[in-house]
């Protein structure tokens, strides 16, 4: 989550809003625009309903952004192309904040700054050091505040506005179990989203934007999450785009398409959806309700011979070939304090690792490995070489059926999260927006 992102959790689900029916437009068919418009070029300020929003708020709220997802120097065409994602979402920001103190709720000074204060121990950091690395960054105490208002301000009016008036009947939340029961063995999806929004007008420009984004995601600077965060227009860029896990069946029909082909580590998009396009990652993949090997827990040693510096490339293949001459002795966990000791590599035990959460191409080595043996050595010269003995494995018991209030507070969030959607939208087609 973003940097403020103190409070959130609700687990956000891709829906169709099939709630709007389409409208068609009267346009010509052969249409012609008089005059010159960017929508691309604008002044980075506006007047929200009166509210004003500076040229410093949205630089602050891009240092912001950038020290929260450790980002070094970024190029002046996405510091451009962020500055306008981050004064939509200050525009959003505002929208949220006025509608909540419209309905009487307003988040207090102490509450503010009791999260600042979460916020600032997350960074190891007591509150003055945080304000100060906030002006390093190009940030300030009072643009994170802001933030923190009003995420707490949102969330507080769907609590009292919206949660009370999503009910959830027990007959539909018994369909659903029995439709899980029904579909033991499907594949499930573990996916990330980032939608951008599209009309006529700016499609060929938002798929544009959109090989632009996945030409920098591919790049592996920054993880999928911090672009979601960026760029996504849905709800779940408050979570990185994280989707959870989902079946094909309630997915939009094109991506679910796209989903079931894609592997796990993927990047597929853009996507043409209904109001726009999507990009998707496949994190990972199951089948529902049947135990998965990846979901063993492991008994682990990790043997780790580290490189001092100024060692050579030379000395390091040296070293590096003895540590691997050392693993073909290794007969057992039982000896392999033995082995390290004869390399000088250190030895540290886990117990708890999932074979899920291992890099893919480990794990499933991992898979493959008897109790005692050694996985082949793998590192860098930076960060030394390392090898992985498992000592023990647990296997995963048959998948379950998730409980009546596991399903229920499901389906809670994601009506939550499709009524405040519409609710954003409303606010922006009422607003007042005067930019700068």
């Known amino acids: 989550m973003g940097i403020a992102a103190v409070a959130a959790g609700a687990v956000a689900q891709t829906v169709q809003d099939n709630s709007v029916p389409q409208a068609p437009l009267d346009i010509p068919a052969n249409l012609q625009i008089f005059g010159k418009f960017d929508p691309n070029v604008r002044k980075p300020t506006a007047i929200v309903n009166n509210t004003v929003i500076t040229g410093t708020d949205v630089d602050q709220r891009v240092g912001l952004v950038l020290a929260a997802n450790n980002s070094g120097q970024v190029s002046a065409e996405d510091r451009e192309r962020l500055k306008l994602q981050v004064l939509r979402q ?11 103190r419209t309905n009487d709720i307003t988040i207090t000074k102490p509450e503010i700054d009791q999260s600042y204060d979460r916020v600032a121990r997350n960074f ?8 100060a690395f906030l002006r390093e960054a190009g940030s300030s105490e009072k643009s994170l505040k802001r933030q923190i208002e009003g995420e707490l301000a949102w969330q507080r009016f769907l609590r009292r506005k919206v949660e009370p008036f ?7 939340v018994k369909a659903i179990l029995d439709r899980l029961e029904a579909s033991k063995g499907t594949e499930e999806y573990n996916l990330r989203e980032i939608y951008l929004s599209a009309n006529d007008a ?6 544009t934007n959109a090989r632009g984004i996945i030409t920098e995601i591919q790049k592996g600077q920054q993880p999928f999450e911090y672009f979601a965060r960026q760029f996504s227009e849905a709800s779940t860029r408050a979570v990185g785009g994280d ?7 309630v997915l939009p029909a094109e991506l679910a398409a796209a989903a079931q082909q894609m592997q796990v580590g993927q990047v597929a998009g853009p996507i043409e959806v209904p109001g726009g396009v999507s990009i998707l990652y496949l994190t990972d993949k199951r089948q529902v309700l049947t135990a998965d090997p990846r979901d063993a827990k492991l008994s682990l040693k990790q043997l780790t011979l580290r490189f001092p510096d100024g060692t050579t490339q030379a000395q390091a293949t040296q070293r590096a070939e003895a540590f691997t001459k050392a693993l073909a002795n290794i007969q057992g966990c039982g000896t392999v304090a033995k082995v390290a000791g004869s390399v000088g590599a250190e030895v540290v035990d886990n117990d708890t690792v999932r074979v899920r959460d291992l890099p893919p191409q480990l ?6 490995l008897q109790i005692g043996q050694s996985t082949p050595p793998f590192g860098s010269p930076e960060q030394g070489v390392r090898a992985l003995v498992l000592c023990g494995r647990d296997d995963p018991k048959s998948g379950q059926l998730p ?30 927006v005067e930019y700068r």
């Open 124 to 131: 190891n950091r007591n509150p003055q050091q945080m304000a």
């Open 403 to 432: 409980t009546s209030d596991q399903v229920e507070n499901q389906l809670q969030s994601q009506r939550v999260n499709l009524r405040a959607q519409q609710k954003l939208r409303d606010l922006r087609r009422d607003a007042v």
């Open 243 to 249: 989707l959870g896990w989902v079946r094909t069946a």
């Open 166 to 172: 999503v009910n959830i009947g027990d007959q539909e």
């Open 363 to 368: 794990g499933d080595i991992m898979l493959k």
């Open 90 to 100: 200050l525009i959003d920001e505002t929208l949220q904040i006025q509608e909540a």
């Open 202 to 207: 700016t499609a060929q420009q938002v798929v």
